[in-house]
């Protein structure tokens, strides 16, 4: 099964405020402020020829437009279901005395998306210790499993 990647999430860098446009791409679903928080996909983009988001009720129906500069547009965050480590090294920053660990967050719509857990010193002893614990436990469990 090839990976997906949700397409509901702001881009990079982007940091949604309270009045912060929102540019969705061509496929996305948006909430419309103005049509009382209506989730819509976007059908159809501002352009020379159309100046306005064209966005369309998830599996058809009503359609609506949107303004163009985005401003009554939200992201619409699917649900996350769980986070898994990946399989790289973690790292440690010394400066601002934290472990980041590279994760991949899994969806509800079966999409994936990266991100870094930021541990503490104190966060990653804490762990240490309770995943030496967890290791003594599945190794007594094998051992009874025998």
């Known amino acids: 099964?090839?990976?997906?990647?949700?397409?509901?999430?702001?881009?990079?860098?982007?940091?949604?405020?309270?009045?912060?446009?929102?540019h969705p791409r061509l496929g996305d679903l948006a909430l419309d402020l103005a049509k009382g928080g209506q989730i819509g996909v976007v059908v159809d983009l501002p352009s020379d020829s159309a100046k306005s988001y064209h966005l369309r009720l998830p599996g058809g129906g009503g359609d609506w437009r949107a303004r163009a500069d985005g401003t009554t547009?939200?992201?619409?965050?699917?649900?996350?279901?769980?986070?898994?480590?990946?399989?790289?090294?973690?790292?440690?920053?010394h400066r601002a005395?934290?472990?980041?660990?590279?994760?991949?967050v899994h969806h509800e719509d079966g999409g994936t998306s990266e991100s870094v857990l930021i541990l503490t010193p104190a966060q990653v002893e804490l762990y240490h210790v309770q995943f030496e614990q967890l290791i003594k436990r599945r190794e007594k469990a094998q051992e009874h499993g025998r």
């Open 97 to 104: 005395h934290q472990a980041a660990l590279r994760v991949t």
């Open 73 to 93: 547009l939200r992201p619409v965050v699917v649900p996350i279901t769980h986070v898994t480590p990946q399989k790289r090294d973690v790292i440690y920053d």
């Open 1 to 22: 099964m090839a990976e997906q990647t949700s397409k509901q999430l702001p881009t990079r860098g982007v940091e949604l405020g309270a009045g912060t446009p929102f």
